[in-house]
């Protein structure tokens, strides 16, 4: 088991427990396990059992449970918590705002034990009767169910990759003689999926065998004129399944003369199909490559993940299509958080990290001072910070730190900190991460003033969005866009697949505007730096090219940056 999933295990086991009314104390030392376990720079797995038990808020009973889990992938204490858990309890716990303490009421006094009927309760008010559940409390509860149940049955791109590849590669091995290939909004790197979609050669009949043979579900509705979820495709014969998790595996079925332009089709949005099939005619059944049903129409091939709308094809028609941002254009890591706030390593070991991987340089930003939450940065704990960076630059160069801070954006748009002390960061991201919950007026007051702040350098995930969790504050995209055209300001894309924060599709007016963007993982961890990889295929498609990104830019190109963003600021 990964560290991830055994302090997932001592933070579900804590909630659970709590819900229960267990001791306070049992339940908080199952929630620091987690959070101990969830910020260990090594594998559990990795370590002798005698270093487990001496790692430092891990007494003996916790560590008996870490080798149980290591050795058999279970925690029994929680396998029966859960068993004797109604598991529509269990479910609120994804609701945002509802905690055990107020779970428990709803189970207990309330008698409910499903989200549907919380909902209905919250319908009748019926949640006003009891302590703790005011009209806005509800009220939040009741918009937080229904963004949930709205979100039921999609996932993150990153939840579905490894297994979308494994899948793919367990068909290749077991059907070598048939073409197999991913599609759909997988394969147009969308960040969030609601099926996982593969075209293939090979015989259904055999495929069915292979699938329920390994555990998968076939569903009913694997009609030819069945696909609510992708209608265009409506024509092509298909098989439905359940896998792992209730995702839904969907097989378009073709032969070898039609598997490219199946793929053609299901690799392309409504809209972008509808406009080729309007301005370049139906699409060859027996084209031999995606790359022939381009050539054939006079265009550049456009990539599956530009696929999206029909402005595209004049780009494609004029040959202007960008060159795609890569993985391997990436020069630095921007965004970064270490040890000094809430990050699980050190800052040498942050930027030995950085250094390994190939990059040129490592833009260290932890939390300011407000955010007490995350051992936010005292101003004395700043200049103690810059030393230690110093003396590390003399000992990794050429590779080099930058001095950063993410200042949180206060409730009245200013920054943390005096212009002073803002004054000795190379680069200041500027984020919000408090009173998330704001009309649009109060998001864009506090938003545009950070934005015209002389000492903004980047703004940080830009509406504070979680991806199938919770909604961003309501911004104007194109007004915040054209704030940060006119006072330099580049825009983060921040990586973490969970934000993906600007929204891809906004990104094409921010480059019209001349704008640049910012991969940046948001790293709090060294593992953390591989979510590069999730923003990469985001400003993908985007059409974000290396020149468009700031993370790109070499070290000299970045030094450069900083001297120009410093001519911003008051002399």
């Known amino acids: 088991m990964t560290n991830a999933q055994i302090a997932d295990n001592f933070a579900l086991l804590a909630k659970i427990m709590e819900i229960h009314g267990e001791n306070s104390f049992k339940t908080k030392s199952y929630s620091t396990a987690s959070y101990t376990i969830d910020k260990l720079p090594v594998a559990l797995s990795e ?4 270093k487990i ?18 050795q058999t992938g279970q925690l029994p204490q929680l396998n029966e918590y859960i068993t004797n858990t109604p598991p529509g309890i269990i479910e609120m716990l994804a609701i945002k705002g509802l905690g055990p303490k107020k779970i428990a009421t709803i189970w207990k006094e309330l008698e409910i034990e499903a989200i549907g009927e919380l909902l209905y309760a919250c319908n009748e008010n019926r949640l006003l009767l009891y302590k703790g559940f005011g009209a806005k409390t509800q009220q939040n509860i ?4 229904e963004f949930f149940m709205g979100n039921q049955g999609s996932y993150l791109y990153a939840q579905t990759a490894p297994y979308a590849h494994q899948i793919t590669k367990d068909l290749q091995a077991t059907f070598p003689q048939a073409l197999v290939a991913l599609t759909g909004d997988f394969r147009r790197q969308m960040e969030v999926i609601s099926q996982l979609e593969w075209v293939t050669t090979t015989d259904e009949a ?11 579900e076939k569903l009913e509705s694997d009609t030819t004129t069945d696909n609510a979820a992708a209608p265009q495709h409506s024509s092509l014969h298909t098989a439905r399944y359940k896998g792992t998790g209730n995702i839904i595996l969907v097989f378009y079925f073709s032969t070898a003369e039609t598997f490219y332009s199946t793929l053609f089709q299901t690799s392309s949005s409504e809209s972008f199909l509808t406009a080729f099939r309007q301005q370049y005619g139906e699409i060859p059944a027996d084209a031999t490559s995606e790359e022939a049903i381009f050539t054939q129409a006079s265009l550049a091939v456009i990539p599956s993940c530009l696929r999206e709308k029909e402005s595209i094809l004049a780009a494609a028609a004029s040959n202007t299509l960008p060159v795609l941002i890569t993985k391997e254009d990436i020069n630095g890591i921007i965004h970064s958080h270490s040890n000094w706030s809430d990050g699980g390593n050190s800052i040498e070991e942050m930027a030995q990290a950085a250094k390994e991987m190939g990059l040129q340089y490592l833009v260290l930003s932890d939390h300011s001072k407000s955010a007490f939450y995350a051992n936010g940065l005292s101003e004395e704990r700043i200049y103690a910070q810059h030393q230690e960076i110093d003396e590390l630059n003399q000992k990794l160069a050429p590779f ?5 801070i993410e200042s949180d954006i206060l409730n009245d748009g200013n920054l943390d900190y005096s212009d002073a002390v803002l004054q000795t960061f190379d680069v200041v991201i500027a984020s919000v991460h408090s009173n998330l919950k704001m009309p649009g007026e109060k998001a864009m007051m506090r938003l545009l003033k950070a934005i015209e702040n002389p000492y903004t350098s980047i703004l940080g995930h ?19 866009i054209d704030a940060c055209a006119a006072n330099n300001v580049v825009i983060e894309l921040n990586a973490h697949p969970r934000r993906l924060d600007i929204d891809w599709r906004w990104i094409d007016y921010a480059l019209e505007k001349n704008v640049l963007i910012s991969i940046n993982p948001d790293a709090h961890a060294t593992e953390g730096y591989h979510d590069v990889a999730y923003g990469v295929l985001t400003a993908q498609k985007a059409g974000v090219t290396r020149q468009n990104n700031l993370s790109s830019f070499s070290l000299d190109e970045f030094k450069n940056f900083i001297i120009t963003q410093h001519s911003k600021r008051p002399s």
């Open 47 to 50: 370590l002798p059992e005698d």
């Open 462 to 480: 830009m509406t504070g969005r979680l991806l199938l969790s919770r909604n961003g504050y309501p911004v104007d995209h194109r007004k915040i």
């Open 400 to 404: 080099t730190i930058f001095k950063s």
């Open 206 to 216: 055999a495929l069915h065998t292979y699938l329920t043979r390994h555990g998968f």
């Open 142 to 145: 009741k918009e937080a169910i």
């Open 53 to 70: 038990f001496s790692i430092k808020g891990i007494g003996e009973a916790i560590g008996k449970k870490i080798l149980v889990q290591l």
